[in-house]
């Protein structure tokens, strides 16, 4: 049961879908294991998964990806021209710029300085999953 019906502004019902939805331009998933994983094959990528929730064309300016980075894995050490905040949902990892790092857990927080050197690894014994959020 999902408790009391919502009421918007002046107390009217609001319609709940449980399906990939738009109101006007908004776009809704209910849940994100719908999303499609893809493996990430950049080199140096070691048990990583990755789902694009939300992207160009729904999303002009911010893609967000979650990623599922399996125990023992690891993204690459690499760097880009753009920018990327990151929220950890579950597992222990840790950020890395290759020579020292920093715990990441549940509810932590990531900010990845565009070309700044980064690597994420999975230090616990299930998964580490984090949602990334970058420019497009």
């Known amino acids: ?18 399906a990939r939805d738009h109101i006007g331009s908004i776009c ?3 849940n ?3 999303v499609c994983e893809e493996e990430v094959r950049m080199e140096g990528a070691e048990k990583v998964r990755v789902q694009w929730l939300i992207n160009k064309p729904a999303a ?22 753009y920018e ?15 020579k020292e790092g920093r715990l990441l857990e549940h509810n932590s927080v990531a900010f990845i300085p565009a070309n700044h050197v ?3 690894k999975n230090i616990g014994s299930s998964d580490f999953i984090f949602l990334c959020i970058i420019p497009v």
């Open 1 to 18: 049961s999902m408790g009391a019906e919502p009421r918007g502004l002046g107390g009217t019902l609001i319609k709940l879908s449980r």
């Open 28 to 30: 809704t998933w209910p």
């Open 32 to 34: 994100v294991n719908s």
């Open 60 to 81: 002009p300016n911010f893609a967000m990806r979650r990623f599922i980075v399996r125990e023992g894995g690891c993204t690459p050490l690499h760097t880009h021209d």
């Open 84 to 98: 990327h905040e990151v929220y950890v949902l579950e597992g222990r990892g840790v950020v890395t710029d290759g």
């Open 118 to 120: 980064h690597q994420f």
